[in-house]
């Protein structure tokens, strides 16, 4: 049984997998692992990219979305730990082997988490950096207000997934950010590994930029997590704060949608039809919750 699983879905991004598949496999200096590629229906040819390289196990299925597609690759999984890499991100070298000593040193932790190198759509330029919050103490309240980190900074025992299930397929977005929570309202541990780093991937028209999506999905996250504890005062204050935070993420957003061509009536669309994104813009403007 190997001791990690690095689980990659790709849809439409043949051309970036080798790169996502080549700094998983080069991990294997340190750890024990597997690289399971699950081709969700991608048009391009995803498969046969996969296929090139030995030892990667490769399965195809019909579109069924990213969620669905972890899924897969989780059921096919045997290590005792996984990472979940989306084919236009990367793994920096001697991740895997911080998250192992992360586990050795600590056998009490559930997920291990650590930082993102946040690149340009070449993969190089670093212009950022996500994730390094240490959540230890909180884990579920913390999580609450932020998601701390993209999925490929993450890595999770798997018998936590036993637990509280796998990704929900009925998310469009923040299905990482709503397994997080799930797991931190279970009572799991979260540890933070500082030489645990990756790398994250700012591609146009990715999920990501999809604000409609993302602010419906992100609210239906923070409200259904925030139960998790029964008339918490602390739940309804973390859950104040994540959507004063995630409206306020929205911002660039929506101004990079209203610059491009055509955006400003597809911005005044989503607003219309999205009359809670309205609301929580104008109490920004309006600095109520400042």
């Known amino acids: 049984m190997p001791e990690f699983s690095v689980i990659i879905p790709c849809y439409k991004q043949a051309h970036l997998l080798p790169t996502a598949i080549e700094s998983a496999l080069a991990q294997a200096r340190d750890v024990d692992l597997e690289v399971i590629v699950v081709d969700d229906g991608s048009p391009d040819n995803a498969s046969e990219v996969a296929s090139r390289y030995d030892g990667v196990i490769v399965i195809r299925q019909p579109n069924a979305g990213l969620c669905a597609a972890r899924n897969r690759g989780i059921l096919r999984s045997r290590g005792r730990y996984l990472l979940f890499l989306d084919s236009d991100d990367y793994l920096r070298p001697g991740m895997l082997a911080a998250a192992a000593r992360a586990f050795a040193e600590a056998d009490e932790l559930d997920v291990v988490h650590g930082y993102a190198d946040v690149v340009d759509e070449g993969g190089e330029k670093v212009i950022g950096e996500f994730g390094g919050q240490d959540i230890g103490r909180d884990a579920l309240h913390a999580l609450l207000r932020k998601n701390i980190g993209p999925p490929n900074t993450f890595v ?109 009536s597809r911005a005044a669309g989503i607003l219309l039809r999205n009359p809670s994104l309205l609301g929580w813009q104008l109490r920004r403007v309006l600095r109520i919750d400042r």
């Open 156 to 264: 999770v025992r798997r018998e936590m997934l036993s637990q509280v299930g796998l990704f929900d397929v009925g998310l469009r977005s923040c299905e990482d950010w709503d397994l997080w929570l799930r797991i931190a309202g279970r009572g799991g541990k979260f540890g933070l590994a500082r030489d645990m780093r990756s790398v994250y991937r700012m591609v146009p028209g990715s999920m990501s930029k999809n604000v409609e999506v993302m602010w419906r999905t992100g609210r239906t996250v923070i409200s259904r997590n925030a139960r998790a504890h029964a008339d918490c005062r602390s739940c309804r204050e973390a859950r104040h704060a994540g959507m004063v935070g995630f409206s306020l993420s929205m911002r660039p957003l929506l101004r990079d949608l209203v610059r491009s061509p055509g955006g400003k």
